[in-house]
């Protein structure tokens, strides 16, 4: 079984610009959360979808946004990005809820 | 708050060597899971263990939820196993959001 793939890889970008990010789960998963990992404060949670549901957010600003799709896929979008956004962000798939979490590979963006 | 605290931050070992990585939390959980971070970021599944032990190859792992920690055990450590160990903690009550330690940085030398 495939696991959770994340596009694109890396992704370079300026201050102002707006990003997306895309996350495909596990085949059969439906929930779907997103992280933000930074080497100043670690993998923070972002917000998680289930069934193109956002059932749980984050401490983070309006700037960061998602979407989950009916095929269970998931972007988020970051707008008017910052040097601060600079990061890894990593995408996780799990069958329901309180379930092993798996997590993609991740995109990396940096913001110059 | 909510805190998942690890230790030790650094362990520096000789290949051969045995290891044991703890990770404290502040309440109660309904998902406890292991991972070790590969060079390029990713994070790979190596425990789920809300509770009770687990073993896998030379890795094994124990959750005493009633005390409030869990132990990684690494036996006969390889090169390979170099890399940033994370234990991540959902609690009761959030969902599925994951709460991370700040992790333990493994070298394991030749």
């Known amino acids: 079984k495939a696991g959770v793939t994340q596009t694109p890889r890396y992704l370079i970008k300026t201050r102002g610009q707006q990003v997306t990010l895309s996350c495909s789960p596990i085949?059969?998963?439906?929930?779907v959360s997103w992280y933000q990992q930074t080497p100043g404060q670690g993998l923070q949670f972002l917000f998680e979808?289930?069934?193109?549901?956002?059932?749980n957010k984050g401490n983070f600003p309006g700037r960061f946004s998602g979407r989950q799709f009916s095929n269970s896929r998931s972007e988020m979008n970051v707008s008017t990005l910052e040097l601060g956004d600079s990061a890894l962000y990593l995408c996780a798939s799990s069958l329901q809820a309180v379930n092993e979490q798996f997590f993609g590979p991740g995109t990396r963006l940096t913001v110059l | 708050g909510i805190q998942v605290e690890q230790s030790p931050p650094d362990l520096i070992l000789q290949e051969g060597a045995n290891s044991t990585l703890r990770c404290n939390f502040s309440?109660?959980?309904?998902?406890l899971q292991w991972f070790h971070q590969n060079p390029w970021g990713q994070l790979i599944n190596l425990f789920y263990i809300p509770s009770g032990t687990k073993q896998n190859g030379r890795l094994s792992a124990t959750t005493v939820a009633t005390e409030r920690y869990s132990l990684l055990y690494i036996s006969s450590s390889q090169t390979t196993d170099s890399g940033v160990y994370f234990c991540a903690v959902g609690f009761q009550g959030g969902s599925e959001k994951l709460v991370f330690g700040k992790g333990t940085k493994l070298t394991v030398n030749p």
């Open positions: 085949s059969g998963h439906r929930s």
């Open positions: 309440d109660s959980v309904n998902n």
């Open positions: 979808y289930f069934s193109e549901t956002q059932r």
